[in-house]
């Protein structure tokens, strides 16, 4: 069977989707930071640990998204090699 995808076409989807998921998990992460007062009952703001959240999953998810975007510019829809 023939597909229509280039090697380095079908790595960029896949860095795209790898990049959601790590977006994904860091707005979890981010509002289950926020909302962990409300819900524990005590006065637990964010440590320094915890901050770590927002350049790893944000940083990278954004940096993988932004190279899948570069590696699929060049695909066309249809187009057979």
């Not at 959601?20 to 964010?46: Q, V, Y």
């Amino acid at each position: 069977m023939r597909s229509n995808l280039k090697k380095h076409e079908f790595i960029g989807l896949v860095m795209i989707f790898i990049s959601g998921t790590l977006i994904g998990i860091g707005l979890f992460s981010t509002f289950w930071l926020a909302n962990r007062p409300l819900l524990s009952g005590t006065n637990t703001l964010i440590s320094a640990k915890e901050m770590l959240v927002f350049p790893i999953f944000f940083g990278l998810g954004f940096i993988l998204w932004a190279l899948g975007q570069i590696e699929l510019k060049e695909a066309l829809p249809g187009k057979r090699m």
